[in-house]
Each structure stands twice: as structure tokens, then as C-alpha cells.
């Protein structure tokens, strides 16, 4: 009898949440709007495909003219001589450049229109080389003009980390080149000379040389290899990411204005004095509309899995496999512990109007900063420091550590183990304000 | 009008007994010590302008509420309660807001269908029983608010102000409805303001003003004992105040019943109209028109309160 009581409110208060078309909004076209953002404007995609640099190269090199058939260092028939014969080094680069898929090469014949391309974010990179660029590359230092660009800050810094990477490797390649280019002109001059041996070091001195000039042209050699987290990487990480991130920020407003206005609502219509007369106890109705609110939510979760997966999210999620079913656990204790948190509120409010306002308010605002709809890494570090300590995102990264990151379950069990203590513990705060409030209206309880 | 004379109280058939009832609020009192009590087969209605306790009385009859001292005993299976909040679902239809409170009532579904289409039909509310309430008017809401409080099979009826806001169409069949629930036995107590309603459907009247009750009994032995007189009432061309003024220093009773109308009471109409007339004449006040009627149970709680039923 008393679970028929509770029965019939959740029925005909899912039935009055699903005709309502504020709360349809709420819980489904909203979030699935968030979504769809998340997935076209916060994550194109481009996105975790690599980026493609925009450089604009305005080439003034007049080449290696003084190179001659009776100049010694053309005949080493070293790479970098063979090729400044041919051509200016200048073109090499700008071949180089234009044959590598991360850059898109734009030629220009004068600084004036690069700089303002530049100035308009129209170029990542920019780069004049001058007329003895060439020559000075062969016998001295080279000197070439390299500007960086981007819409904010933070390109401009990735724009100029990309174009120093760059040419510090081209620098390289200059210098080992010059290197080869010496040491064959050191063996077409000193001729047996360099064939002796030094036995200390088991080396010749042609080895020794060549072994010397590589190691100034190349002192460390650097390996660097990308290793990133997938959800970082894969576009469609980030968007399974968001997708468990709009079923959170749903939950956060959706719980906190159901417990908010749970009660006040039923003051208002006069239904708590109707129900209370009918033999309803507080228990009844926090079932009532515990449950109801629970399958709006297991339905609008639904809704926005398949909007994600629409969107090209990577949710994973089987029936068989029972680490799965922990989802539903976490979705279920993550909206009690809103619901807590909104039984809370309701103690400061009067109206249904103020406790809606203030759930929604509170939630969207809880949503941003706790780590649930952005990034905890955007974060500035206070708020990490709170996103770390706040229980509902503990329940919200478990839900995206099964469906979205495939963790096995001795990885999440601890947190496991920490969202279900904190849900008793918001549950408890949850009925003594739910407790006072009811008792504000009703004294029959 | 029923004839009862005795005090409800003592009756064997007694359903719900209220004994001097305190409700304080904070330190106010809104009830002073209320007493009263509803037999089987018998509608005690409360009447008595808004503010005067009324609803706080029903509410902790309806055990919403607690009593501060005093207590309410009520000797039945069910009690049915008509909220003056109507306490309905605006988003589901009327048949769903019928069924969700059946449900609470633990009603079976086949009495449901019976008794509720019934109600809804005498209601002439039948042809909309599937659409959203949202598309109701007033009058409709209160309507289906009453015919679910109707609806279970109780033996209290707690009624709180039934008929406010309806058409006297609309009224007349709700209370043919509460007349019917009398004769099939059950126990009603409704508060009300209207005279009218109070008089034709109550067989006990308890009259409450200021959380007291002022007056209680049959209605005609309430009217012997506190307006045994005619009323005249004037319609004026002037200030009812200032009429008034003119009468009583002439000796008359009178009060003033709005901005324009003066009342009379008076032992022999007969006789005194003529000087009543002449009178506000010489008083420079004019009469529009004049009716000569039988008190009024809003006769009876002026002559208790000296204020109107109406606020």
C-alpha cells in the first residue's frame, strides 16, 4: 500500500514532467544543443587530425653564383655543393616546405603584403629570405627572418614553438651537410694523410675528423615521439567526453531544481494538503518524486547517448558485460546526490519560481567549474581543487572511465567505493532538509 | 431546512468531534478553542468571512495540520479532503488528476470508472475528462477538484469552500450533489462565505469570526435568536453612511450594507417604512428603491461581529 502511494505520485509526476515543456527543454533539447556545440564549435573537426601551418615565404635569395667548375668545393659533389649549383638554397626550402604535408606554402614577391597577411592572422608563419642567403649558408652564417602569427595568444605561442622545431631541425641538416661537404674536401686534399691510423682510439684520423665535426654539427640528438592521452588526440574521445559531460550537466540542474521545487511545488498547487490528507507521508512523496525524476533523467541520459553517438562520440556500453552496468549505477547516484543538494536549497527558498531559478542557476554554474562540462585542465587551479573534491564529478569521470575510456574496473573501483559513500552521505544531509521543509508546510508527517 | 435541534456533539452518530482546537502560529492564535462536531447524515457548514480561521480549522480536521491544544477525533474509516488550493496536476487531464488520487485512495479502478464518470458527467464535465486541465477554465478546475474529493467512498467530507468562483448553474448542481451525499448517509463539513449556501445546505451552522465560534445551531433558531426582525433595505440616491446617521438618531437599527445601500431592521415593517422614509427625506438623503425581506444568516453574524459576511 505504502509503495502504491509512491507509485502513483511518480506516475502522475512523470507524467506532469513529461507535458511540461520547460522541463523538456531542460533535460533534453538543451543539452543536446550544448552537444552538438561541443561537437561542431569546441571540437571540429579537424580536431586530433594534425595541423596544417599556413606559411607565407617571400624569397630573395640570388643564389651561389661564384660556385665554378674551378672552384675546389664544387667539385666535392657533395649534396649541399651539387645542389647550389643547381639552384639557390633559398628554393630549396621553399621546395622542402611545399612538399611537406603540415605547411601550406603561400609564395609572395614583397615583405609589404606578407607582414600585412601576417598582421591579419591570414599567415601562421611567415619567412623572408634574403638575397645571400645561399652564400652566407655555404661560408658563413646564414641569416633568415622568420615571423609568427595566430588569432590569440595561445597560436602565437603554438605558431612559434612549430616554426623554432622547424628550423632548428633545418639548421641541422644545413650543418651536417657542410659537415660531409668538409670532410670530402679533407680527403681530396690530404690524400693518404688522412688514412693514418691512431691506434689509442682504433680510429683514423679521417674518422676522427668527420666523427669531431658531426658531433659540433649534431651534439645531441634528440628523439622526440608523441604520446597523448586518446581523449586528447581522437576527436571522437573528446565528444564522448562531452556527451557523459551533457548527461552530468543535466543531472547537476535537473537534481538540483527537482529537489529544490519538489516540495515548494506541491504547497503551491495544494496538493501536499490533499495528498497528506489522503494518508501520504513525507517518505511516500520522496519516493514519488525521487523516482520520477529518475526515469525523466534515465530517459533524457538515453536521448543525449544517442544524440553523442550521432555526433560521432565514442561510447561504449554493453549489456553483457557487468563493469557496464556500473553506469547506471553512477547515473543513478549522481543524480541522488544533486537531488540531496536541491533538498538542501529548498530550504532557502519560498516559491517554485526562486527554487527553479536558483537550481538552474546553480547547476549551469556548478556544471562549468567542477570538471563535469569543461575540461578540469581549462580550469583555473582553485577551481581544479574543487572539481577534484566535489563527489558528483567523482560519479560523472566513472561513468566516462567505462563508456568512454574502456578502464577496467580495478582502476575505478576506488572511486567506486568513494561516490557510493558520498551518496549516503548526501542523502542523509538531503532528508533532514527535506525533513524541515515538509515540516514548514505539513505538520502530519 | 432540516430539522435538528439538538447539539450534533452528544450524538451517538457522531463522525468527526473537534474539542476547543488552539492553533497559534508563531505566538498568534488562529483558532481559539474551537469546538464542533458532524454527525452521519448531516452537512455542519462554517461560516465566516476570509481571515476568520476557516481553512486552518479544515486542515487540521484533514490532519494536515496539528491542533496546539484540544483535540479532533474522528470515528471513520475514510476521510475526504477538497483543499481550497485545488491541488491539481495542470499538465494532465482530468481523467489523469481523478485516477492519480484514486490511486492514493487505493480505490478500485472499476468503482473508479463508475463513480468518476458519473461525477464528471453530473459536472458536465465529461466531454473534456481526456484534455489537458491547462485548457479548463476556473470554474471547470473547481469542478473536477470537487468531483475527485467526491470521488472515494468516505465518511467525512471535508469541503473547503466548494462553490467559489462558479456559476449559480454550477452551484446549484454541486449542491445537489452534497445534498446527495446527506442522504446517502455521509457526514459533511464545509466552510463557506455564501449566506445562500450555508442556509440551503446546512443542517448545523457553526458561525466563526477571529478563530472563535460566535454562534452555532439550526439555521431558522439562529435567525429567531440573533435577527428575529424584517430587514428593510434601502437603496439610496446617497451616502448609506450618512443615512444611517439620520436613522439611528432617530431611534431606527440601522447599518450600511455598501456605499449606497442602508438596512433596517424592524418589528413592524408596517408601520415604520413610511417613517424610515420620511425620516432620510428630511435627513436629505433619497430613496432610489426598497425591499422588505427575512433576515439573513449574514443578518445574524452582523448582529454577532458587526461586520459583513463578505469582509
Known amino acids: ?445 | 431546512m432540516k430539522e435538528r435541534s439538538a447539539e450534533p456533539g452528544v450524538e451517538e452518530d457522531v463522525v468527526l468531534s473537534v474539542v476547543s482546537v488552539v492553533k497559534r502560529f508563531g505566538g498568534a492564535a488562529v483558532l481559539k478553542g474551537v469546538s464542533l462536531s458532524v454527525a452521519k447524515g448531516s452537512i455542519a457548514s462554517l461560516l465566516g468571512p476570509n481571515g476568520s480561521g476557516k481553512t486552518t480549522l479544515l486542515r487540521i480536521v484533514a490532519g494536515v495540520l496539528k491542533p496546539s491544544s484540544g483535540e479532533v477525533v474522528f470515528r471513520g474509516g475514510l476521510m475526504s479532503y477538497l483543499p481550497q488550493e485545488l491541488g491539481l496536476f495542470k499538465e494532465l487531464s482530468g481523467w489523469d488528476n481523478m485516477l492519480f488520487y484514486a490511486r492514493l485512495y487505493g480505490l478500485d479502478r472499476s468503482y473508479v470508472l463508475k463513480r468518476g464518470r458519473e461525477l464528471l458527467e453530473r459536472l458536465e464535465l465529461l466531454n473534456y475528462a481526456k484534455a489537458s486541465i491547462a485548457k479548463y477554465s476556473g470554474g471547470m478546475v473547481r469542478k473536477l477538484s470537487l468531483a475527485i474529493a467526491l470521488l472515494p467512498d468516505a465518511d467525512l467530507y471535508v469541503l473547503d469552500e466548494p462553490t467559489t468562483g462558479l456559476d449559480p448553474s454550477s452551484r446549484r448542481s454541486v449542491w445537489e450533489l452534497v445534498e446527495e451525499l446527506r442522504r446517502g448517509g455521509k457526514a459533511v463539513l464545509l466552510s463557506t462565505h455564501y449566506m445562500e449556501e450555508a442556509e440551503r445546505l446546512s443542517d448545523y451552522v457553526y458561525l466563526i469570526h477571529k478563530g472563535s465560534i460566535v454562534a452555532e445551531g439550526v439555521v431558522e433558531e439562529l435567525k429567531k435568536r440573533y435577527a428575529p426582525r424584517t430587514v428593510v433595505e434601502l437603496h439610496l440616491y446617497g451616502d448609506a453612511q450618512k443615512a444611517v446617521g439620520v436613522l439611528k438618531a432617530r431611534g431606527f437599527d440601522a447599518y450600511a450594507h455598501g456605499d449606497a445601500v442602508a438596512r433596517v431592521y424592524s418589528a413592524s415593517p408596517r408601520e415604520e417604512v413610511p417613517q424610515v422614509i420620511s425620516a432620510l427625506y428630511e435627513g436629505g438623503v433619497h430613496v432610489k428603491s426598497l425591499n422588505v425581506a427575512e433576515p439573513t444568516l449574514e443578518d445574524v453574524f452582523i448582529r454577532l461581529t458587526g461586520e459583513r459576511l463578505g469582509g
Open chain 1, 1 to 445: 500500500m505504502r509503495l502504491g502511494k509512491a507509485l502513483a505520485i511518480a506516475i502522475a509526476d512523470f507524467k506532469s514532467l513529461w507535458r511540461e515543456r520547460v522541463v523538456v527543454f531542460w533535460c533534453i533539447a538543451w543539452p543536446i544543443i550544448m552537444l552538438v556545440l561541443g561537437a561542431y564549435i569546441f571540437t571540429p573537426p579537424e580536431v586530433g587530425s594534425r595541423a596544417t601551418f599556413v606559411v607565407g615565404v617571400a624569397n630573395f635569395d640570388e643564389g651561389f653564383k661564384d660556385i665554378t667548375s674551378a672552384t675546389p668545393l664544387a667539385n666535392t659533389n657533395t649534396s649541399l655543393t651539387g645542389l647550389v649549383k643547381e639552384r639557390s638554397v633559398g628554393q630549396l626550402l621553399v621546395s622542402t616546405l611545399k612538399n611537406m604535408s603540415d605547411f601550406k606554402v603561400i609564395e609572395y614577391n614583397s615583405t609589404e603584403k606578407l607582414f600585412v597577411d601576417l598582421e591579419k592572422a591570414r599567415l601562421d608563419i611567415g619567412i623572408v629570405i634574403p638575397g645571400n642567403f645561399s652564400r652566407e649558408i655555404v661560408f658563413g652564417t646564414a641569416r633568415l627572418c622568420v615571423y609568427v602569427s595566430g588569432e590569440d595568444p595561445r597560436e602565437v605561442q603554438i605558431n612559434r614553438g612549430f616554426a623554432q622545431g622547424f628550423f632548428y631541425q633545418f639548421s641541422k641538416e644545413v650543418a651536417v651537410s657542410k659537415v660531409k661537404a668538409i670532410v670530402k674536401s679533407f680527403e681530396l686534399f690530404g690524400g693518404s694523410y688522412t688514412e693514418i691510423f691512431i691506434p689509442e682510439i682504433n680510429m683514423t684520423l679521417k674518422e676522427v675528423v668527420n666523427r669531431s665535426l658531426m658531433g659540433l654539427a649534431n651534439p645531441v640528438d634528440v628523439i622526440i615521439e608523441e604520446k597523448v592521452p586518446q581523449a586528447i588526440a581522437d576527436r571522437p574521445f573528446i565528444i564522448g567526453w562531452y556527451t557523459i559531460g551533457a548527461i552530468g550537466m543535466t543531472m547537476l540542474y535537473s537534481g538540483l531544481t527537482f529537489g529544490a521545487i519538489a516540495v515548494v511545488i506541491e504547497k503551491e498547487t495544494g496538493r501536499l494538503d490533499r495528498m497528506i490528507s489522503a494518508g501520504v507521508r513525507a517518505y511516500d512523496l520522496f519516493l514519488g518524486k525521487t523516482l520520477s525524476a529518475t526515469i525523466m533523467m534515465l530517459i533524457a541520459s538515453i536521448i543525449i547517448v544517442l544524440a553523442g553517438l550521432g555526433v560521432g562520440a565514442r561510447i561504449l556500453w554493453s549489456p553483457l558485460n557487468p563493469r557496464d552496468w556500473l553506469v547506471l549505477l553512477n547515473l543513478f547516484l549522481a543524480f541522488l546526490m544533486t537531488m540531496s543538494i536541491g533538498f538542501v536549497l529548498s530550504l532557502a527558498v519560498k516559491s517554485s519560481r526562486a527554487a527553479s531559478t536558483l537550481g538552474t542557476v546553480l547547476g549551469l554554474l556548478l556544471a562549468f567549474t567542477t570538471g563535469i562540462w569543461v575540461p578540469k585542465f581549462m580550469l583555473p587551479q582553485p577551481l581544479r581543487v574543487f572539481a577534484d573534491a566535489f563527489p558528483v564529478t567523482w560519479a560523472i569521470d566513472a561513468v566516462r572511465a567505462v563508456m568512454v575510456y574502456n578502464e577496467e574496473l580495478p582502476n575505478i573501483i576506488t572511486t567506486q567505493i568513494n561516490v557510493i559513500i558520498a551518496t549516503v552521505s548526501f542523502i542523509v544531509l538531503g532528508m533532514v532538509a527535506y525533513r524541515k521543509i515538509i515540516a514548514r508546510y505539513v505538520e502530519i508527517v
